[in-house]
C-alpha cells in the first residue's frame, strides 16, 4: 500500500509544491525587481528636488501670500510645486532695491534712471542714495475697503553698499 498508493500520491504532491513555490518565488522575484525600479525612479525624483544654491548667502522663502484668492503659497515640507515655480530667493546686498507705491498725482515726475533718496524705518534717519529703475505703467491692484487712490509700484535700487540691510 505504502508503495503503490502512498508513494504516488504524496510524490505527486510534493511535486506540486515545488511548482507552487517557483511560482511563487518567481512572482516575489518580479516584485522584487519592479520595487527596485520604483525606488530607482524615486531616488532620481528626489535628487532633481535638490535645490543647491548656485553661491552662498542668504536664501529667503518666495512666500506668497494673496487676500482675494486662493493662490497662496507656502514654502513647507509636502506642499506642491510645479517645474519652473520659484520656490526661494538669494538675495545680493550690493543690488539690493525698494519697491514703492507712488500716488497717482506725483508718478509723472517719475522715470527710469532719476536719483532717489531711500530712508528705511530700521535705519532711523539714515538715508541712503538710490536710482528709479522701473515706474509701473498700471496702477496696483486695491481692496475694496482701501483708498480709491491709484497707487503706481516703483522699483529703486539702493546705489550705496549697506551691510546691515536685509530682503524684506
Not at 120 to 142: C, K, L, M, Q, W
Amino acid at each position: 500500500v505504502l508503495q503503490e498508493y502512498t508513494k504516488p500520491k504524496q510524490m505527486l504532491s510534493l511535486k506540486s509544491d515545488i511548482r507552487s513555490a517557483k511560482a511563487d518565488w518567481d512572482s516575489n522575484q518580479s516584485s522584487y525587481e519592479l520595487e527596485l525600479r520604483k525606488l530607482a525612479e524615486l531616488k532620481a525624483e528626489i535628487e532633481k528636488c535638490t535645490i543647491r544654491a548656485p553661491e552662498d548667502g542668504q536664501a529667503i522663502h518666495a512666500n506668497q501670500a494673496s487676500s482675494r484668492s486662493s493662490n497662496e503659497f507656502i514654502v513647507e515640507a509636502g506642499a506642491n510645486v510645479r517645474e519652473g515655480q520659484v520656490i526661494i530667493r538669494m538675495p545680493k546686498s550690493e543690488r539690493m532695491q525698494v519697491k514703492a507705491k507712488v500716488n497717482e498725482t506725483r508718478v509723472t515726475m517719475l522715470k527710469e534712471g532719476l536719483d532717489a533718496t531711500v530712508r528705511i524705518d530700521a535705519f532711523g534717519d539714515r538715508s541712503f542714495r538710490g536710482r528709479v529703475t522701473h515706474v509701473n505703467e498700471y496702477p496696483e491692484a486695491t481692496s475694496f475697503f482701501g483708498s480709491q487712490a491709484k497707487e503706481y509700484a516703483t522699483e529703486i535700487q539702493i546705489v550705496d553698499q549697506v551691510a546691515d540691510l536685509r530682503s524684506g
